[in-house]
């Protein structure tokens, strides 16, 4: 019975390397089809973990770099990551409007020079209340407004929480931008001003490049980055950890430098969502403007900027 | 001035005496007539305006939507509001000719094909203008492979497609017997035409079965388009209703909608009826009477649009909501407020002063008015789609300064007037080809009034 089980793992190890060597002599073929190639054994094991957690003992010879992770599928891109729900807590009282967020956002996704998926809006929400600078990016409601109206499908909600949009279907009819109580969306008006490697790319819903005229486009929650692990760009790009980002079935998120446990920090903190009230439900949530690591005033040099 | 109603004094006099015009002078009367210098110079026109909207819209298929002013907040702008407007005059052809119809008036006989010929075209043009607004409109084809249900627009495009055709049979069935009568003046028509009007008609042999028949297919169309119509203006106005938008989440907007698109339907036909019973002195057929009866019906519209009006603002003015309370100063006092006043008053207040009397409802008085209606209709749709879209919820900021308004390119002008004059040259196209006024009805309905 041992015997067995080892011989079908072996078998399993040496067909995967030798894919993984097929993709060593040729790029430019798919590294994951099938066929196998004889590799010369060394001589020389190396100690490994397999998947199923056991060590096992493999020639040096059949050791390959992993190639890149192809590019997910259409199909897969409208699926999402299983088990997962993504969220993102902003905290109002470490903002202080520098818009790093902004700017990492626009290069990462070769966004039109003008454009912003994320903005960073002076709010104040009576006259004598105190103004605070709030970052904004597409909710990612769980009740996506932008979704039920859309007469074509190409923007939709995915298993994970995501909103993505399918620029190779979108008809450009801005149903889904006038449905947005969050005006999050933003619409490539004329030809985007892109280099003409990336416009020359396929497009991807999860990258959301390259951007397409007559086609809407807004905040992706980095679907890429997350698919790999790694945070969404404002998250990183952002100094003061405004940006806290995690998996609500783990409950937890971080900013990069600090971790927490989501449902702790929203308790704690009393986070709340924009616009409750119209029932959208949204993925972001915000941490009010208390304690606040700077004043107000300190963003109002960097806003002029753009808000002539 | 006093000219003009002496003019119309002998045309009343003229009208006591149809009833006993003979059937060929009706024939000789209606059939349809070349055009004249002023015919020529107005298809001219009109031609010279589409051929300019399409030079634009030419450019803006080659550069994008970024030739138009259209920004991310104001991303609907004069594109809707005049597909709105279209939608809103095809309902007309349903008014005129089916509910008439079903409720056995009579009076309303020759202007029925009018009403149809202005929906006929009003729709046409409702559907090429919502491919002008899609940013990519080669993709249109997505609408049928990848629809799904539960959007409003796929509701509009079944809903418009199924109206286009009714409407189109509701003009077509009752043209065959007048094109039985067209086939006998083949010199008059020319060979083309000729050859047309045997194509589409020369199955009509107009026997007592054909007859049975069409009455029925009209009959079944005539209960078919109401609730069509009214289905294709609601939906319309849901595509606003359904969001969150201040000035768009409103429960009044179908019912509002539709009560605006019958006044302004028939805005267009009294100005259609006017400028024809002129052009092609229809006097005899075109009475005072008709303008008389249609004027009370103007004012009723009038009327019961005003009151959707203020069921629209009167309620949220008096809460003023922090969400709504901008746009609504935006609309009373603030920089839609000239529009926005013009609207109420052009557009209603001032035609059913004007209607109530019966000296306003004489046939130049109308045709004023019929023009204040429509006037006051299109910039009432331009009013309901900017005003909401340039305040959302959230402050319009990090985006360049020409994002926080809206006035049209000069391409946004150009198509739209472009498509306004196209839908003039179907309608007088279709009035060059066919009796404007059906020639069979007439002398059918002689017949049973003589007897």
Known sequence: MEQENNSRRDFLLTGLVAAGLVAGCTPNKDPFEAGAVEAKASGKKVKLLSVDGEVIEVDEAFLKP??????????????????????????????????????????????????????????????????????????????????????????????????????????????????????????????????????????????????????????????????????????????????????????????????????????????????????????????????????????????????? | MENLLVNEKIADQEATDAMAIADEQIIADLLPQKFGKWGKIWTGFLLAICLLGMYAYYRQLRYGLIVTNMKDYVSWGIYISNFVFFVAISLVGSLITAVFRLANVHWSTPLTRIAEMIAVAAIIFASLIIIVDMGSPERFYNLFTHGRIQSPIIWDVIVITTYFFISILLLFYPLLPDIKILLRFKERSGNALHKFYNYIGSFWKGTPEQFKLSDKAINILCITIIPVAFTIHTVTSWLFATTYRPGWDSTNFGAYFIAGAFLVGSGSVVVAMYVFRKAYHLEKYITENHFEKLGRIVVLLALLYLYFNVNEFLTPAFKMKESESAYLNGLFSGNFSPVFWFAIIIGMILPILILVFKKGRKPLPMFIVGIMVVVGAWFKRYLIVTPTLLHPFLPMHDVPASYRHYFPSWEEWAITCGSLAGALLIITILARIFPIIPIQETITEQHETVK
Not at chain 1, 240 to 245: I, K, M, P
Request: charged residues 25%.
């Open chain 1, 66 to 308: 992993v190639p890149h992770m192809p590019p997910v599928s259409n199909t897969e891109a409208r699926l999402g990551i299983p088990g997962k729900k993504f969220v993102m807590v902003i905290d109002l009282s470490r903002c202080k409007n520098l818009k790093k967020c902004q700017s990492a956002c626009n290069h990462a996704h070769d966004l039109n020079p003008g454009e912003n998926w994320i903005k960073v809006d002076p709010m104040q929400n009576a006259d004598h209340t105190a103004p605070y600078w709030e970052p904004t990016t597409c909710m990612h409601c769980d009740e996506p407004p932008c979704v039920k109206v859309c007469p074509v499908d190409a923007t939709f909600k995915r298993q994970d929480g995501i909103v993505l949009i399918d620029s190779d279907r979108c008809i450009g009819c801005r149903f889904c931008m006038a449905a947005c109580p969050y005006s999050t969306r933003v619409f490539n008006w004329g030809e985007p001003e892109i280099p003409a490697d990336v416009a020359a790319q396929p497009y991807s819903a999860e990258t959301s490049i390259p951007q397409k005229k007559g086609t809407v486009g807004k905040c992706d929650f980095c679907a890429d980055m997350t698919r790999m692990g790694m945070l969404p760009h404002c998250v990183s790009a952002c100094p003061n950890g405004v940006y806290a980002f995690g998996d609500l079935n783990e409950d937890s998120v971080t900013n990069g430098a600090e971790t927490f446990r989501f449902s702790d920090l929203i308790r704690d903190k009393a986070g709340y969502r924009l616009m409750e009230d119209l029932g959208t439900k949204p993925s972001v949530y915000y941490l009010p403007p208390v304690s606040r690591n700077f004043p107000f005033e300190s963003g109002l040099e960097n806003d002029k900027l753009q808000n002539k």
